[in-house]
């Protein structure tokens, strides 16, 4: 877990030192625009949203706009890194790595329950027996990703505040085996299924179950508030653009448009991102060696 940690976390620095400097004073759009996805649900499903999101976008932005799915947060920070993408759907820790890195900005935070915010959790079957965290010990656990704030940094910070761990690399002495999912819905499934016997992801991952898998889980610890997903512009993305880009998405907020909400990870709405509101994210980052 830690190998593959670290890998990605490398990987981002390296394809991003790669890139430094590519896009000084480009001008930006001439071949449309691209969006990175990640993959926080089943990935099937994932194309087909992409292709409507993407098909309204160029109707009312007038240039076009294609969408790929990445492998993981870490492939769409590089992407980003070396001009494979212009706009990225994404996770607060991994935009407080391409900030630092290829001096990306976010532009949008998702709304859910009318705040731009949530939180990470752990969740249990409910006939499993757990009750505490302290309960996992020598058990499975399913992290969605390992460049997730809400599936797999928070939470496992859960532990370490709790004294069950010591840091990252506690966590293979403490459970028996640890996966990385490779998204929300996956680890949530793992878990539900009873392949693995707890899964870490956003408080709102039950809602890619089905009701009937809804009713039998419930979750045994909550993180601290941690800010929403962002949507995110790589540097030197022309500002006009950007504006264009940023007006048309906050249409998706009046009520003739909400039903498209669905094919973007289903959030209620967006809002102009505040950059200060990830400074917590930053400041644990910084905690686990994400960033300097």
């Known amino acids: ?49 992409v292709q409507a999101i993407t098909g309204w976008l160029s109707a009312r932005m007038d240039v076009p706009v ?28 991994p935009f407080v790595l391409a900030e630092e890195r290829i001096g990306a900005v976010a532009l949008l935070s998702e709304v859910y329950r009318g705040h731009p915010g949530y939180a990470g959790r752990v969740f249990v079957r ?38 069950l761990i010591a840091g990252a690399e506690g966590a293979q002495g403490f459970f028996d085996r640890v996966f990385f999912a490779g998204g929300y819905q996956q680890a949530m499934q793992a878990m539900a299924e009873g392949l ?56 998706l907020n009046a009520p003739e448009n909400r039903h498209l909400l669905a094919h973007l990870y289903g959030p209620d709405g967006y809002v102009v991102a505040d950059p200060n509101r990830y400074e917590g994210v930053r400041e644990i980052a910084r905690r686990y060696g994400y960033l300097k």
Not at 17 to 22: Q, T
Not at 141 to 155: H, N, T
Not at 223 to 249: C, N, W, Y
């Open 196 to 251: 693995v016997d707890a899964a870490a992801a956003s408080q709102y991952a039950d809602l890619l179950l089905t009701p009937g898998q809804q009713a039998e889980i419930t979750f045994i610890a909550e993180s601290e508030p941690i800010p929403s997903h962002a949507v995110i512009a790589r540097p030197g993305l022309d500002a006009d653009l950007q504006a264009k880009f940023t007006s048309v998405m906050l249409s």
């Open 1 to 49: 877990m830690q190998n593959r940690r670290r890998f990605l976390i490398s990987a981002i620095a390296a394809s991003c030192a790669a890139s430094g400097g590519l896009y000084a004073g480009e001008s930006a759009g001439e071949d449309g625009l691209k969006l990175a996805f990640i993959p926080q649900e089943n990935p099937e499903k994932l194309l087909g949203d």
């Open 126 to 163: 409910r006939d499993s027996g757990i009750a505490s965290l302290a309960d996992l010990q020598g058990r499975d656990i399913a992290f969605a990703d390992p460049v997730s704030e809400s599936g797999y940094l928070y939470p496992l910070d859960l532990f370490v505040r709790e004294g």
């Open 66 to 93: 294609s969408g790929f799915v990445t492998f993981d947060h870490a492939a769409a920070v590089e992407a980003m890194g070396n001009g494979d993408a212009d706009i990225s759907f994404m996770g607060a820790l």
